[in-house]
T-cell receptor, first 112, second 111 residues
Framework: DARVTQTPRHKVTEMGQEVTMRCQPI?????VFWYRQTMMQGLELLAY????????DSGMPKDRFSAEMPDATLATLKIQPSEPRDSAVYFC???FGQGVLYFGPGTRLTVT | GESVGLHLPTLSVQEGDNSIINCAYS??????FIWYKQESGKGPQFIID?????DKRQGQRVTVLLNKTVKHLSLQIAATQPGDSAVYFC??????????FGTGTRLQVFP
């Protein structure tokens, strides 16, 4: 039963600390997306990759957020420094492009 | 389980009744649409999709209708069950791979 995995599931950190979230996409999928879900904004697209190449990160605050795919089995989303307004659930999703995305369980981030 | 506590429109239906969830999309050039279901503490889960060259598609207990003239999608759930309680999102594909989500509707099923 192939699925997207994300770690950690929960993260509590203090303002100013670095946060790294990891995602393992479904084997064989060639697109990987990062979304953020908050009460006010719903599901926002932060960044996405096709064949490990970043295609669009216009939804991401560039000064503090970075997204990478070091290899086909790992995608990372890093926040440095973190701020309380970054508190949200961060979802990773993967797919074959122009089609259905399969979501992971999310990382719930709380920045105090 | 966790919940993001979204402030969403809510549809309350009695178990066994049919549910209709509506969605207005933004871009007339969008050519692919997907409905997702999100249960508390989980990621969105695919329900059904439809391409812009169709106006109706049926699945198991679910039907999606697409009206391109008014940029409107609906999801119909037949014989709604307690397990259908969740937040439902429509999403549209813009510019190749980008999947953009609507605001969501919370479905509550009561006995």
């Amino acid at each position: 039963d192939a699925r997207v995995t994300q770690t950690p599931r929960h993260k509590v950190t203090e303002m100013g600390q670095e946060v790294t979230m990891r995602c393992q996409p479904i084997l064989g999928h060639n697109t990987v997306f990062w979304y953020r879900q908050t009460m006010m904004q719903g599901l926002e697209l932060l960044a996405y990759f096709r064949n490990r190449a970043p295609l669009d990160d216009s939804g991401m605050p560039k000064d503090r957020f970075s997204a990478e795919m070091p290899d086909a089995t790992l995608a990372t989303l890093k926040i440095q420094p973190s701020e309380p307004r970054d508190s949200a659930v961060y979802f990773c999703a993967s797919g074959f492009g122009q089609g259905v995305l399969y979501f992971g369980p999310g990382t719930r981030l709380t920045v105090t | 389980g966790e919940s993001v506590g979204l402030h969403l429109p809510t549809l309350s239906v009695q178990e066994g009744d049919n549910s209709i969830i509506n969605c207005a999309y933004s871009n007339s050039a969008s050519d692919y649409f997907i409905w997702y279901k999100q249960e508390s503490g989980k990621g969105p889960q695919f329900i059904i999709d439809i391409r812009s060259n169709m106006d109706k598609r049926q699945g198991q207990r679910v039907t999606v209708l697409l009206n391109k003239t008014v940029k409107h999608l609906s999801l119909q759930i037949a014989a709604t069950q307690p397990g259908d309680s969740a937040v439902y999102f429509c999403a549209e594909i813009l510019n190749t791979d980008k999947l953009i989500f609507g605001t969501g509707t919370r479905l509550q099923v009561f006995p």
